[in-house]
Each structure stands twice: as C-alpha cells, then as structure tokens.
C-alpha cells in the first residue's frame, strides 16, 4: 500500500504516518470483547488441566501475532505457533502447518480438533484428516460456509468445551442425520483391502428402491391393504383411481413412474386427500381418513427388504476393497431407509446417505445432492457413477456431469424411457462391479494381504435412536452410539426471567423501529430476534457503512438471505436473484440508501382498499417523526426523529446533465420529491448522516441498545409461532443445532415480506389446504397469506460516456484508485466512499390520463450490471427505469415444513398487458431523455439495449431478459377490512385476524405496493404501529397540500 500510495504522488513519510493512523483506528478494540479475554483464559486454563495440547495457525504475521498474544497474556499456553510469513508456512487450506504441529508435539491427527472461524480452516482440518472440525460463527464464516465442511458449529470460542472434554476416543467415522453429526463405533468386520490396481471409479452413488430392494412387493401390498380399510371405513371403492394416481401399473402388481415412488410421503398423502375431496368428503375428514390409514399400514413399509441381487453385501464389500465410496441418494423418509439398510446388512458399507426428507435435500432429477455427496467425500463429480431405475436417477447424475450414469431395469423404468439417460443399461445390479470397476479392462484383487497402513474405517449412516423392526429375526448391524459431537437438540424451556412483554422476529427495519419505540417504557420488557448476524464489531463492518460499498453485502450471502425466484414465465422462465437483508438492520443495511416516501395518493390508495387510517394525512405525521432532514423540517420534513437523511450534491456533471436534461425534455424540476411534488427530476434524499450509511439499525438500535428491558438474540432461525389455542404465546427457534422456546404476552412479526408469511405458514397459519399437504396442523385458515405479492421491476439504459469522468476507474481494476477512495473514507468520510452515487433521479407518468407518477429513474454516473455482480468495462452511464404500480401479482409459498428451506418466490414479472406496455414506454422514455442536448458533449454509442432493439417486440424480448427485482417486495400478508377474504392484518391494530397477541408490522402488510422505494415507509408503518401497541393517541393529521397535475390530457 506504501509503494501504490508513494507511485500517486504522495510522500513516504506522509504515507506511513497515515497508515500507521488508520491501522491503530481500526485495531481498537471492541469494548465487548475485551470482556472475553478473562473468558478466553480461563478456558485455555481447563484445557491444560485436562491435558489438551494448544497451537496456533495464523495467516498474519509473526510479530503482530506475538504482540497481540503478549497484549491478550496467552501466550503461555500455546505450545507451537505457525504464522503467514513463517519460512516454511503454507497457506490454508493446505495440510502442511497442521501435520507440522501435530509430529512436533507428538499427536495424532486423528486426535486432533481443529477450531477456526473461515471455510479454509475447516477444509484444512478435512485435508490433514485430524479428529473433526469446529466452525465457530464470531469471525467471518457463516453457517452456510461452514457447514458443509466442519463437523460441528458453535457461537463462540467458549462453547468448545462441553464438545471437546468428555470424549477420549476419536478415531471412529462419521454418521450424518437430518439435524446433526454422530460418532458411531464400526462393528468388527474387515472389509478392507489393498487393491493391486487402482479402481478408475472413486464413488458410487446408488439409489435404494428398485434399485438395491424390490419395490414391487411393498407398495402393492400397501395399496391394496390402504384401499381395502378405506372401502371399510367409506364404503368407497377407490382402488382402480388409487393405483393410477399412486404409479401403479393397470393390474396393481408393478410400480411405475409415480408420486408413492418418486416423491416423498407427504406428497403422496396429499394426492390421496386431494382424490377423496373429489369425491365429496370434507378436507379435513380426508386428512383424518388418509393419515390414519396410513399409519396403519405403515408395518408393510417397515417389513423386511426384498434384495435384487443375492450377494449385495458381496457387491459392496469388492466396491471397498478397490478404493471406491458408497453413498445413497433416495427420495424415501430416512426412518425407512436406515431400517431396510440396516436389514440388509449394509450400514457398515455406506459412506454418505441423503434421503427425501433431509433438510439439505433436493428433488430428482436436480443434481444437487450429488454434487453435495461428492463435495462431502471430497470426491471429483467426474470419478462417480450414479446407479438407478428412474429417470430421475439418470438425470440428476447427467446434471452434475458424473463420470457414468447406469440405468437399472429392476424397477420403475423401462428399457425405453432409460436408455435416451443412461450410458448403459443393466437387468438387475447382480453384477453391477462388472461395469463399475471396468474389469474388463483390469481385474480388482481379492482382497489379501491386507497391511496396517492399508485399513480404513468406514463410514455408517443412521439415526440416532432406532429400533429394530418388529418381528424381524435378521442379524442387525446396527452401530452403538459412541458419543456425539453435537449436544442433543432437546427442548430449551424459558424460565421467568425468559418472558418478555413483546418479542419481535426480525432486526430490519420495522424491527428496530419497534425496539426503540416499544422499551421507551422502562417497566416493558422486549426481546428482539433475528436470523443474522450485529452489524457492527465484524472485520468487514465498514461494508455495510461505507455508502459507496453496497454492492459488496448485496452480492454474497454473509448478511443476506440470498434468495432466488422459481423460474419466472414472464421473464423467459428466468430463476432470478433476490438480495434480502439478513443482518441487524435488515435489507437497511443492503440496500442502497435512497429515500422515498412513494406518492400522496398511495396511502390514500390504502384507505380506499380497506386499510382505515392508513391516508396520507394519517401517515404523513410519522414521516416526519422519523426524520431529521439535513436541509431542516417543515410541512413535509422531520427536524428531530432517529433518521437522518441527506441531499444529494454531486458536482459529477453527469449528474447535472440528467436533471437539465429532464428540464429540456418537458418535465418540471422538483425541488423535493418526497414533498409537495413527486412528480420531476430532482436531487434524491439519502439516508446517510456524516459520510455513513444510516441504516434503521444505526438510527433505532445502536442509540437504545445498553437499555436494559431490551434483550437481542442474533443467528437464530425462527421455526414457528407457539400457539394456545387461538393465542400465540411465543416463539420457538434454532440456535445451535438445539431447539429453543421463549415467551412473550405480544409477537411481532417483523421479517419482511419473504420471512413474516413463512414464519406464519410454518405456524399453522395460512391456506388450509396447503399447509395440510405439508403435514402442517392449521392454527388459523387465512388464504391470504403469502398472496398479493408485489414487486417493483427496473431494466437499465445504459451509454457510453465520451469523456472520462465516470465512475469507471473506482474498482479494483485501479487498485491505487480505491485504496485512495478507501483511504480517505476511513479517515475522515467524505470523498466517493461516502455517498451512494444514486444522487439523481426522477418520477413521471408514462402516458397522459394516469394520475400520478407511475415511473421512477435512479440515475448513476456508471455502469453496472447483475445485481453490481459485473463491473463495467468502460466509461459509461445508466438509468435504472422501473414502473411503480405494477398490475401482475405473485405469491410466497412453503417447499416444505423445514424453516431452513427457502419458499417458493414467485413474483409474476411481466404477466399483465399493462405491465408489458409500460415496462416498453419506459425504454422508449429514457432513450427521449438521453438523447437531450444536455447530453451532447457526453453522449456515445448506446450500450444497452443497443442500436438493434427498435421494434415493440424486440424491446419486450430485451426487458424480458434483462429486467430485474428493484428490490421492494411487499404485501403478502396486507392489511384490509375484515370482510376481505385475503386480508390478513387488521388495519386498525395490526393484529393477525382470528388470532389473539400476534401481530405483523413490516411491509408486508402493505395492501398495494407504494409508487417509490420502500424503506421509509417501512418504518412509517413501524413508528405509526407502535403508537397503536403502546396506546398512545395518533400524531394529528396532516394538512400539507399535494401537487396535481393541470391537466390529465398530456403525458407530461
């Protein structure tokens, strides 16, 4: 950095004194954690006295290391110390350091933990094969990091200890569930061999029925006994529509391609419900009916496995002996499939086992769970072969481009539907070793004389807690639980000092606006729960707060949910990305920082559709109790609220040039768009105070957070809503690996439009019919949960610019550009790091006879593309266009009863007439602008969409493939009159209909989208909430006019 800095033109001396400021500033440390230091010793203390050996890998360097180490007076206690400019030190994740370590202290790596805080730690105890791996989540790595490749997980550095001191025997393999890792003891039984020449097949992924185990005596039997009790109980014969619908061939003695094979239980449950509700019989006299039965039969689903090979364990033994991995990849419930394995002898055999309804898992003919598997055994995709009976099976090696894909004919499939899949095809997997090991080519040895060195211990996968099945007189190879190296996941009952008056699901804005209104009172006891991580006190906090650095949280997934539409039909069946905040502050944290409140007639809009007080002069007052502005308050800014917004200034003559351009091309100047008049082009308000982002976390959280009737919870997952009766009572959650309960006289739902109809649906409220095919007991039928979604979507125009003063050069193509940039930052925040550069922008109407504005412009002095994910590669600018009152509606939906799945998002972009139209004038609009004289010294060629799109159709197929979310999803749970079938919120008191003590407050209560970003209205909604819980008389109306325009008869 000295020698960039020196190369600029600046002086050694001043370099290093700046530096040495800006290394001193940011190494202070947090007050919170020096706290933990006393914690810290104290732990390396217990681990000395329980003769555990301590070192340390480090990429930093030695001397900052051994100052930091005196500094913290731990240094004693580390026995061997490798830092990153050690001589002979390899960079992570190399094994190198770690087997260092462990031959100079005389330890085994196999009784070795290694501890670290990034995916690069884990992966280096994975590639020194030591004991196990600890993630631990206070550094930079977040679950989603770690989790694949470290063993265990934890919050802080302290909870190692009950992990690491009860247990002396690590040399045992690996057993994965559903919920977390075991450690299970092998049974003595040698499988294992020194193959005299490698095999060119390192894993073997098989499916389970029709591939290993007959389907085609079980799920006959099943159905016909299932059809044969409910003629009994209904009188309804329904078995011919049963076999059909359940993939049954025509004489009920064969399965087919079907849902009772391919899918998963609930689903196939919840085919039969749909088929007796044809039939006449109420919804919920069907569940009764099918779960019932079902229940019943489920003893010929457990009876004993029928093999398709007479020597499977032979088949599996010879794959181990040549070196090769063994996992399973079924749809079926992990229950059934751990007993048929362990039937058959087989669970010493398996390395991996993904099953249908494990959390990680995903649908045939997806190559997810492949890719998974040989990511778990560290396994190239190309030294696979997947082995099943479906197409599913063949496709989902074909997705991840495996080595070879070999089709069984002893199943669903026929040799028609499997060969266009597989490279070959087989009648049974009775000698399926011939084609895995090629032997053909070269033979596999016997297995003799087998060395010490040569010996693995494999892998078995089952649940924690089985039993064998009843009758069954097979010799059982079932492990004994050796010990766990996650604590149990029992239920956490909260004590009295663990009852709040509220608790708020959910940091984002709404969220941290409620925190701060609702403990003003002392005697009110709130907790705040949310999903992420602080947003302070992490090395990379500065990308949250430097204004200019949002692309960087809004491009990985460290503070974001980082979701994803199903495909899109209006969009050319696009899967599109959708950023959402997962962080204190929310998607406030994300986003970037510009405020708009929407137009006056949008709340009126509100009222209108049945959310009473909920008009402009109703809402206009908490705008301005909100803010303080920086240009002062009057009829329409705040003077003295928690956030401050800032005035755009840019000297940027781009800038300028859009405004005048604007000007030129008929549209009046608005000297404030979030006041009397939207409607123009003007300078944008930014919610940046003193060169940083004022997110609702900086605003609303920071100032009240030592309070003490405030308590937070971060890095938890909600799982549901706890209910008595009608009344919810609190709040049960992941943390750890472990289920908690807490307690609460209110619950606030606060997560966003995304989060808030999950959490509600995963509680048992929502659309009845739905929630009972995923097994979910209905609390409360409210269909409009997750319905109404709406969503603001933009596309770019984007020209070259012919003289250099964009913002091209400020990435890190010109490294000395953005130290500098960062530089001046850190040290005083001015400069290009500390505004968003969106200091422009304008709304207008797209056509005359419309009201107010329905099109809005952020103007930007670059160019980027994807989401920020694509830099630009010359100088350039760009429009982002989006219309604001779209008329296609989408829908939030569960994939499954497991919080941790993301929902279904589908937005519905571009299904309307109308939306189509105007998402076309608004290219056709901004190129009118472009092409102003304001522009002319600047103007080169168009870049996007490009000389070529001219024609309706061609701009349609350009916004169909270009456009993306503006990120302003809303209205999945909306307020509205309790005559609205669809509504969800009582609009007078933000309750959830039918239900006592649960209420939701965020924008998904919204009943139509607003015209204009969604921040500040967010926590308009949130400031005007909590005066309605605490019981406070509403602010007076607003009296403040709003413009119209003369004349509906022109478009401008």
Same mark, same amino acid.
């Given at each position: 950095?000295?020698?960039?800095?020196?190369?600029?033109?600046?002086?050694?001396?001043?370099?290093?004194?700046?530096?040495?400021?800006?290394?001193?500033?940011?190494?202070?440390?947090?007050?919170?954690?020096?706290?933990?230091?006393?914690?810290?010793?104290?732990? %390396?203390?217990?681990?000395?006295?329980?003769?555990?050996?301590?070192?340390?890998?480090?990429?930093?360097?030695?001397?900052?290391?051994?100052?930091?180490?005196?500094?913290?007076?731990?240094?004693?206690? %580390?026995?061997?110390?490798?830092?990153?400019?050690?001589?002979?030190?390899?960079?992570?994740?190399?094994? !190198?350091?770690?087997?260092?370590?462990?031959?100079?202290?005389?330890?085994?790596?196999?009784?070795?933990?290694?501890?670290?805080?990034?995916?690069?730690?884990?992966?280096?105890?994975?590639? +020194?094969?030591?004991?196990?791996?600890?993630?631990?989540?206070?550094?930079?790595?977040?679950?989603?990091?770690?989790?694949?490749?470290?063993?265990?997980?934890?919050?802080?550095?302290?909870?190692?200890?009950?992990?690491?001191?009860?247990?002396?025997?690590?040399?045992?393999?690996?057993?994965?569930?559903?919920?977390?890792?075991?450690?299970?003891?092998?049974?003595?039984?040698?499988?294992?061999?020194?193959?005299? =020449?490698?095999?060119?097949?390192?894993?073997?992924?098989?499916?389970?029925?029709?591939?290993?185990?007959?389907?085609?005596?079980?799920?006959?039997?099943?159905?016909?006994?299932?059809?044969?009790?409910?003629?009994?109980?209904?009188?309804?014969?329904?078995?011919?529509?049963?076999?059909?619908?359940?993939?049954?061939?025509?004489?009920?003695?064969?399965?087919?391609? $079907?849902?009772?094979?391919?899918?998963?239980?609930?689903?196939?449950?919840?085919?039969?419900?749909?088929?007796?509700?044809?039939?006449?019989?109420?919804?919920?006299?069907?569940?009764?009916?099918?779960?019932?039965?079902?229940?019943?039969?489920? %003893?010929?689903?457990?009876?004993?496995?029928?093999?398709?090979?007479?020597?499977?364990?032979?088949?599996?033994?010879?794959?181990?002996?040549?070196?090769?991995?063994? +996992?399973?990849?079924?749809?079926?419930?992990?229950?059934?499939?751990?007993?048929?394995?362990?039937?058959?002898?087989?669970?010493?055999?398996?390395?991996?086992?993904?099953?249908?309804?494990?959390?990680?898992?995903?649908?045939?003919?997806?190559?997810?769970?492949?890719?998974?598997?040989?990511?778990?055994?560290?396994?190239?995709?190309?030294?696979?072969?997947?082995?099943?009976?479906?197409?599913?099976?063949?496709?989902?090696?074909?997705? =991840?481009?495996?080595?070879?894909?070999?089709?069984?004919?002893?199943?669903?499939?026929?040799?028609?539907?499997?060969?266009?899949?597989?490279?070959?095809?087989?009648?049974?997997?009775?000698?399926?070793?011939?084609?895995?090991?090629?032997?053909?080519?070269?033979?596999?040895?016997?297995?003799?004389?087998?060395?010490?060195?040569?010996?693995?211990?494999?892998?078995?996968?089952?649940?924690?807690?089985?039993?064998?099945?009843?009758?069954?007189?097979?010799?059982?190879?079932?492990?004994?639980?050796?010990?766990?190296?996650?604590?149990?996941?029992?239920?956490?009952?909260?004590?009295?000092?663990?009852? !709040?008056?509220?608790?708020?699901?959910?940091?984002?804005?709404?969220?941290?606006?409620? =925190?701060?209104?609702?403990?003003?009172?002392?005697?009110?006891?709130?907790?705040?729960?949310? +999903?992420?991580?602080?947003?302070?006190?992490?090395?990379?906090?500065?990308?949250?707060?430097?204004?200019? +650095?949002?692309?960087?949280?809004?491009?990985?997934?460290?503070?974001?949910? !980082?979701?994803?539409?199903?495909?899109?039909?209006?969009?050319?069946?696009?899967?599109?990305?959708?950023?959402?905040?997962?962080?204190?502050?929310?998607?406030?944290?994300?986003?970037?920082?510009?405020?708009?409140?929407?137009?006056? %007639?949008?709340?009126?809009?509100?009222?209108?559709?049945?959310?009473?007080?909920?008009?402009?002069?109703?809402?206009?007052? !908490?705008?301005?109790?909100?803010?303080?502005?920086?240009?002062?308050?009057?009829?329409?800014?705040?003077?003295?609220?928690?956030?401050?917004?800032?005035?755009?200034?840019?000297?940027?003559?781009?800038?300028?040039?859009?405004?005048?351009?604007?000007?030129?091309?008929?549209?009046?100047?608005?000297?404030?768009?979030?006041?009397? /008049?939207?409607?123009?082009?003007?300078?944008?308000?930014?919610?940046?105070?003193?060169?940083?982002?004022?997110?609702?976390?900086?605003?609303?959280?920071?100032?009240?957070?030592?309070?003490?009737?405030?308590?937070?919870?971060?890095?938890?997952?909600?799982?549901?809503?706890?209910?008595?009766?009608?009344?919810?009572?609190?709040?049960?959650?992941?943390?750890?690996?472990?289920?908690?309960?807490?307690?609460?006289?209110?619950?606030?739902?606060?997560?966003?439009?995304?989060?808030?109809?999950?959490?509600?649906?995963?509680?048992?409220? $929502?659309?009845?019919?739905?929630?009972?095919?995923?097994?979910?007991?209905?609390?409360?039928?409210?269909?409009?949960?997750?319905?109404?979604?709406?969503?603001?979507?933009?596309?770019?125009?984007?020209?070259?610019?012919?003289?250099?003063?964009?913002?091209?050069?400020?990435?890190?193509?010109?490294?000395?550009?953005?130290?500098?940039?960062?530089?001046?930052?850190?040290?005083?925040?001015?400069?290009?790091?500390?505004?968003?550069?969106?200091?422009? $922008?304008?709304?207008?109407?797209?056509?005359?006879?419309?009201?107010?504005?329905?099109?809005?412009?952020?103007?930007?002095?670059?160019?980027?593309?994807?989401?920020?994910?694509?830099?630009?590669?010359?100088?350039?600018?760009?429009?982002?266009?989006?219309?604001?009152?779209?008329?296609?509606?989408?829908?939030?939906?569960?994939?499954?009863?497991?919080?941790?799945?993301?929902?279904?998002?589908?937005?519905?972009?571009?299904?309307?007439?109308?939306?189509?139209?105007?998402?076309?004038?608004?290219?056709?609009?901004?190129?009118?602008?472009?092409? /102003?004289?304001?522009?002319?010294?600047?103007?080169?060629?168009?870049?996007?969409?490009?000389?070529?799109?001219?024609?309706?159709?061609?701009?349609?197929?350009?916004?169909?493939?270009?456009?993306?979310?503006?990120?302003?999803?809303?209205?999945?749970?909306?307020?509205?009159?309790?005559?609205?079938?669809?509504?969800?919120?009582?609009?007078?008191?933000?309750?959830?209909?039918?239900?006592?003590?649960?209420?939701?407050?965020?924008?998904?209560?919204?009943?139509?989208?607003?015209? $204009?970003?969604?921040?500040?209205?967010?926590?308009?909604?949130?400031?005007?909430?909590?005066?309605?819980?605490?019981?406070?008389?509403?602010?007076?109306?607003?009296?403040?006019?709003?413009?119209?325009?003369?004349?509906?008869?022109?478009?401008?």
């Amino acid at each position: 950095m000295t020698k960039m800095l020196v190369g600029e033109g600046l002086k050694e001396t001043n370099v290093k004194e700046i530096l040495d400021r800006v290394w001193t500033e940011g190494n202070v440390r947090n007050p919170d954690e020096l706290k933990k230091i006393g914690e810290l010793e104290t732990l %390396f203390k217990i681990l000395k006295k329980n003769n555990v050996r301590i070192a340390l890998i480090t990429s930093d360097n030695r001397k900052g290391t051994d100052e930091l180490l005196d500094e913290l007076k731990l240094t004693e206690y %580390f026995e061997y110390v490798i830092c990153g400019d050690d001589p002979d030190s390899e960079p992570k994740p190399s094994p !190198y350091n770690a087997l260092k370590i462990c031959k100079k202290l005389g330890v085994d790596p196999a009784d070795t933990v290694m501890v670290g805080d990034t995916k690069t730690d884990m992966l280096l105890g994975k590639s +020194a094969k030591l004991g196990w791996s600890v993630g631990v989540l206070s550094g930079v790595g977040q679950i989603g990091d770690l989790l694949p490749h470290a063993d265990h997980i934890v919050e802080d550095i302290e909870d190692i200890l009950p992990i690491i001191l009860p247990f002396d025997d690590w040399q045992s393999s690996y057993v994965y569930s559903s919920n977390d890792r075991f450690l299970v003891k092998p049974k003595d039984q040698d499988h294992t061999g020194v193959p005299s =020449a490698k095999s060119p097949v390192n894993l073997a992924i098989f499916d389970l029925h029709g591939t290993l185990i007959c389907i085609h005596r079980k799920y006959p039997k099943f159905v016909e006994f299932f059809c044969s009790r409910l003629k009994r109980m209904t009188g309804m014969d329904m078995l011919a529509k049963l076999t059909k619908l359940l993939g049954l061939n025509e004489d009920s003695t064969r399965m087919m391609h $079907g849902v009772l094979t391919e899918g998963t239980p609930s689903e196939a449950r919840g085919v039969v419900v749909e088929a007796l509700r044809r039939e006449g019989i109420a919804y919920q006299e069907a569940i009764m009916l099918v779960n019932k039965i079902w229940k019943e039969g489920e %003893f010929i689903l457990k009876s004993e496995p029928t093999p398709l090979s007479s020597n499977l364990e032979e088949t599996f033994k010879e794959l181990k002996r040549n070196g090769v991995k063994i +996992a399973i990849n079924t749809g079926e419930p992990r229950e059934f499939v751990v007993l048929d394995l362990m039937n058959l002898g087989l669970t010493n055999y398996i390395d991996m086992l993904v099953c249908g309804d494990d959390p990680i898992s995903q649908a045939k003919p997806s190559g997810h769970n492949t890719l998974l598997i040989c990511n778990e055994l560290s396994v190239n995709p190309s030294k696979t072969v997947v082995v099943g009976d479906s197409v599913g099976d063949l496709q989902m090696g074909g997705s =991840a481009f495996v080595m070879k894909k070999i089709g069984v004919l002893s199943g669903v499939g026929n040799e028609e539907e499997l060969k266009p899949y597989a490279d070959c095809l087989v009648p049974s997997i009775e000698n399926i070793n011939d084609i895995i090991l090629e032997k053909g080519k070269s033979e596999a040895t016997d297995g003799s004389g087998v060395s010490d060195k040569g010996r693995e211990t494999f892998s078995c996968f089952q649940k924690s807690i089985l039993s064998p099945a009843s009758g069954s007189g097979s010799q059982m190879h079932q492990p004994c639980r050796s010990f766990s190296t996650s604590r149990p996941c029992s239920v956490h009952i909260a004590s009295d000092t663990e009852r !709040y008056d509220f608790i708020i699901v959910g940091a984002g804005s709404a969220g941290c606006t409620l =925190a701060n209104r609702l403990t003003a009172d002392r005697n009110r006891k709130v907790l705040l729960l949310e +999903a992420g991580p602080r947003d302070l006190w992490h090395w990379d906090s500065w990308k949250i707060y430097m204004p200019a +650095a949002l692309m960087y949280n809004l491009c990985d997934d460290k503070y974001n949910w !980082y979701y994803h539409t199903e495909p899109e039909k209006g969009m050319n069946n696009r899967v599109m990305y959708w950023p959402r905040g997962r962080v204190w502050g929310g998607s406030s944290s994300l986003n970037a920082m510009v405020y708009v409140r929407g137009h006056a %007639f949008d709340y009126d809009r509100w009222e209108k559709e049945g959310a009473t007080g909920w008009s402009y002069a109703d809402c206009l007052p !908490y705008f301005r109790k909100a803010q303080t502005h920086v240009l002062g308050a009057n009829d329409y800014r705040g003077g003295d609220g928690p956030l401050h917004v800032f005035r755009g200034r840019s000297k940027n003559p781009l800038c300028q040039a859009f405004l005048d351009a604007g000007v030129q091309a008929g549209y009046p100047f608005s000297d404030d768009m979030n006041g009397y /008049q939207q409607e123009g082009f003007g300078w944008m308000d930014m919610t940046i105070h003193n060169g940083k982002r004022c997110s609702a976390a900086a605003a609303y959280l920071h100032p009240i957070k030592s309070r003490p009737n405030l308590s937070t919870k971060t890095n938890i997952l909600a799982r549901r809503i706890l209910f008595e009766g009608k009344r919810a009572v609190g709040i049960e959650y992941l943390k750890d690996s472990g289920v908690q309960k807490v307690y609460g006289e209110e619950i606030i739902l606060s997560g966003g439009a995304v989060n808030s109809p999950q959490l509600l649906m995963l509680s048992g409220v $929502g659309n009845a019919d739905e929630l009972c095919q995923l097994d979910i007991p209905v609390v409360q039928h409210l269909p409009g949960v997750g319905e109404n979604l709406q969503d603001h979507v933009e596309v770019l125009v984007q020209q070259e610019c012919k003289q250099p003063i964009t913002l091209y050069k400020a990435q890190w193509k010109y490294p000395h550009v953005m130290i500098r940039i960062g530089l001046e930052w850190f040290l005083r925040q001015t400069g290009d790091g500390a505004t968003n550069h969106f200091e422009t $922008g304008a709304f207008i109407r797209s056509e005359p006879g419309i009201e107010h504005p329905n099109v809005q412009y952020h103007f930007l002095a670059s160019i980027i593309n994807d989401h920020g994910r694509v830099s630009g590669d010359r100088h350039a600018y760009q429009a982002h266009v989006q219309i604001l009152r779209p008329t296609s509606r989408g829908y939030i939906k569960l994939k499954s009863c497991d919080p941790r799945e993301h929902p279904r998002i589908v937005p519905n972009y571009l299904t309307t007439e109308q939306d189509i139209r105007e998402m076309r004038d608004c290219i056709k609009l901004t190129r009118e602008i472009f092409q /102003q004289k304001a522009f002319d010294s600047y103007r080169g060629p168009e870049l996007t969409p490009g000389k070529d799109v001219q024609s309706d159709e061609e701009i349609d197929e350009y916004n169909r493939n270009m456009s993306e979310t503006a990120y302003h999803p809303s209205c999945t749970c909306k307020m509205g009159s309790e005559s609205d079938p669809m509504a969800v919120v009582d609009p007078t008191s933000s309750r959830v209909y039918g239900l006592e003590g649960l209420r939701v407050v965020d924008a998904s209560i919204m009943p139509s989208v607003v015209s $204009g970003n969604l921040n500040a209205p967010t926590i308009m909604i949130a400031e005007k909430t909590a005066d309605i819980i605490i019981g406070n008389k509403p602010l007076p109306r607003a009296s403040a006019p709003v413009y119209k325009p003369k004349s509906l008869d022109s478009q401008r």
